[in-house]
């Protein structure tokens, strides 16, 4: 059974920080690309960040500079660092692993922006 299990969102002021990770089991985590995606009330889902098996990154415009993408193959583990959050980025984060026609997805953690 494959579960991807996200953590460490929250409500957190303009221009703090926080550090989501995504917990995978189920799966042979370092064969598959993983991404995070987020959801905003009313808004399509969109690509955030994304690292491939070979640890290339690529992030959206909306967030470049600003968030960070990083895996750990021996923890299983995907981690997304958000520095100089904004209220704009107020969203459900949701975790991805994808690898050919093979795509899961975690549940989701609530990141919230706001003074």
């Known amino acids: 059974q494959v579960q991807l299990v996200e953590s460490g969102g929250g409500l957190v002021q303009p221009g703090g920080s926080l550090r989501l990770s995504c917990a995978a089991s189920?799966?042979?985590?370092?064969?598959?690309?993983m991404a995070w995606y987020r959801q905003a009330p009313g808004k399509q889902r969109e690509l955030v960040a994304a690292?491939?098996?070979?640890?290339?990154?690529n992030y959206a415009d909306s967030v470049k500079g600003r968030f960070t993408i990083s895996r750990d193959n021996a923890k299983n583990t995907v981690y997304l660092q958000m520095n100089s959050l904004k209220p704009e980025d107020t969203a459900v984060y949701y975790c991805?692993?994808?690898?050919?026609?093979?795509?899961?997805w975690g549940q989701g953690t609530q990141v919230t922006v706001s003074s």
């Open positions: 189920g799966i042979a985590f370092s064969i598959y690309n």
């Open positions: 690292i491939t098996t070979g640890r290339s990154t």
């Open positions: 991805n692993a994808g690898r050919a026609q093979l795509t899961y």
